[in-house]
């Protein structure tokens, strides 16, 4: 109930608001699980795609998200539950990834869509960045689901860092065929399939978007940026 007054008030804002164009929309199965792999270039990705589509998507955030104190990080918590977000303790690597596997096996098993962003973390600078194999590989072959690749298209130029009015134009959501990975089934611990089956989405993603691809990790690509920023400050002072 929660999520269908959201979606009609918040969704029904954003699609008046920004009319975002879709490509492939008859792609989304009308019943029955399905994995969306999606590019992530902005924070506003998780709201767009789900508003758009006449189906539940639940994507994972981070914990932060639902455990902030006061009445501004319940507000945040209500919305991010809202909107059909699951949280994830990012605190160890490990355990953090293996609450998202958890917890897209889960949301498949009940006959859902389940959102997830292979590479981990929204793209510094608008290009496409290695996809993560431990997530969405190990959740696909654990459940034999199709993976629908979608691609975002200039969300990130809506609201770039640091600004804070949103720009009014029109994003574009661009929706692909469904991978079928189920000669790979009972294999979902061999880390060169798992590789496999992260890099063949990520293509289809490429394919959909037309980012330029970087072969390495978006958070690998922040910290660089990260330290370039810290030595050009020191350069200056």
Known sequence: MIYGAMKLSLGGSLKLAFRPWVE????????????????????????FLPAVLDRKVTFI???????????????????????????????????AG???????IDVLRRGELFGIYPEGTRSPDGRLYRGKPGGLARVALATGVPVIPVAMIDTEKIQPPGKVVPKLMRPGIRIGEPLDFGRYQGMEHDRFVLRAVTDEVMYAIMKLSGQEYVDMYATAAKRQLAEAAKQEKARRS
Request: no cysteine.
């Open 24 to 47: 492939g929309l008859d792609n989304i199965p009308a019943h029955g699980p399905a994995i969306l792999a999606s590019n992530h270039l902005s924070f506003s990705d998780s709201f």
């Open 61 to 95: 955030a981070k914990a932060e998200y639902f455990t902030t104190p006061g009445i501004k990080g319940r507000m945040t918590a209500a919305f991010f539950k809202g909107v059909g977000q699951l949280p994830v303790d990012r605190s160890g690597a490990r355990g």
């Open 98 to 104: 293996e609450a998202a596997i958890k917890s897209g």
